[in-house]
């Protein structure tokens, strides 16, 4: 089963999919029971799984909660990579190889730096590290979907015509799926999506729906960080009641306990 074109053939359905991104082993189970057709990584997510900032986690260790992603589902994997492997072509292309290595269907490799002094690596670089990645996506055995993500809107540089020809660069260099997170209007999401002949990610945002991202012709609509920080908040939330309340009402919409353990022992007995 090449779980790669599984995933290439999600982004050309009669509309969009929905990608899921759990941060462990456990959510990713939840996920993949809950009818998802496709599961992504969440480089904060994670990071805030281990009490770190996003950023902070080392490639290999991103690596390796990968693979134990992967395993922990039947479903096609990708993968946000954050910068790769380091900033070079080279590096981007040994991103690459070391996804698909994972047992990866794909992965995202975005133009931010991770330096908030010059955040958006220039032109020239970007475009040349996704040509290496597609260079070697190219040279697996198997089907890789790459994902190129041009991330000034995240990075207070609202510039959406770079954006674009970003994103027009990403696609003529080779990349198969387009992404520009921080948008949260639907009629940006159309500029884009009407600026590029290959299929577009949008970070899901409450401003935004399922029906008006596939009128704007998104092809995909990832969650990010946002399941995990909705856990987060509703840890917060449950936790402010009982010290400030005294009650213990947030307990009614948890999930029930026999619910959990059916779930998991399920996928321990497959």
């Known amino acids: ?5 599984i995933f290439r053939d999600l982004h ?16 990713a189970k939840l996920l993949a029971s809950c009818g998802f057709k496709a599961l992504a990584t969440t480089s904060a ?7 770190l900032p996003d950023g ?11 693979r134990e992603i992967v395993a922990a589902t039947d ?46 690596y220039d032109f020239k670089l970007a475009v040349e590290r996704i040509a290496a990645a597609t260079e070697a996506s190219r040279a697996l055995k198997r089907d890789f979907v790459l994902t190129a993500r041009a991330e000034n809107f995240l990075w207070d540089r609202p510039d959406l015509d770079d954006t674009i020809r970003r994103l027009q660069a990403f696609e003529v260099a080779g990349a198969d799926v387009l992404y520009a997170p921080g948008i949260t209007d639907v009629e ?5 999506c009407s600026s590029l002949s290959k299929p577009v990610n949008v970070l899901a945002v409450p401003t935004l729906t399922v029906e008006a991202l596939t009128e704007a012709g998104a092809r995909r609509i990832s969650l990010g960080s946002k399941l995990a920080t909705f856990a987060y908040g509703m840890i917060e939330n449950a936790s402010r009641e009982m010290l400030r309340e005294g009650t213990f009402g947030f307990a009614r919409a948890a999930m029930a306990f026999s619910r959990a353990q059916a ?8």
């Open 1 to 5: 089963m090449d779980k790669g074109k």
């Open 12 to 27: 050309y359905g009669d509309a969009p999919f929905i990608i899921a991104n759990p941060w462990d082993i456990g959510t």
């Open 45 to 51: 997510g994670f990071a805030f799984s281990r009490g």
């Open 56 to 66: 902070s986690i080392s490639f290999d260790v991103m690596i390796q909660h990968c």
């Open 75 to 120: 479903l096609p994997v990708s993968a946000d990579l954050e910068r790769g492997k380091g900033e070079s072509p080279e590096s981007a292309a040994e991103t690459i190889f070391a996804a698909e290595a994972a047992g990866l269907a794909g992965c995202s490799i975005e133009d931010h730096t991770g330096d908030s002094r010059k955040p958006i």
């Open 188 to 192: 940006t999401v159309r500029t884009i």
């Open 263 to 270: 779930l998991f022992s399920k996928q321990e007995d497959g």
